[in-house]
């Protein structure tokens, strides 16, 4: 019997598609909540946190930290440790034992630097790892040394000389507020 040329083509659609749907590790229940669902479908998607914005190696960006901080919060709201696993897979591939950042150079004093450190107080919290605190202070001093303009405003990074950037309220005020609660 002779395929028609429609039918090898609905053949490999559904062949394909089945390979890509076996490849997600986590089921989307239809009854959760958009959160889990949106939470879930990212993790498929970037088995590894690093790779949300397309990158091909690991890297502390502010991206990945905007994205995590979500992912804290809804660990919070749900006790599910999958969401506060993939905070802890990306921080720990990322920040060694001694709290060094890989790729981190504060000499940049780039703002950027310091979205993705907000994670770092909830999982020094639940963990107590040394490292967590330690790449806190880094970022802090960073913080403190950061170059102003002449108004007081956060450079947004050393290359960018007086340039006060909005995401640097984001990025940087809520790191300062509450490394000083800490």
Known sequence: MKLKYSNWVIIFLLFSSSLIMG???YVIAKDL???EKTALSIMNKYPKAWQIDGAEKPKWDYKM?????SFEKLYDKTKNPKYLDYVTEYANELI???GNIKGYVIKEYNIDYVNQGKILFDLYDLT???RYRKAMVLLRNQIEN???NASGGFWHKQIYPNQMWLDGLYMAEPFMHNIRLS
Do not use: I
């Open 23 to 25: 490849q997600n590790k």
């Open 33 to 35: 909540k958009w959160s």
């Open 65 to 69: 930290g905007f994205a995590l901080l």
């Open 96 to 98: 060694d034992s001694s």
């Open 128 to 130: 107590k790892e040394e």
């Open 146 to 148: 950061q170059p102003r």
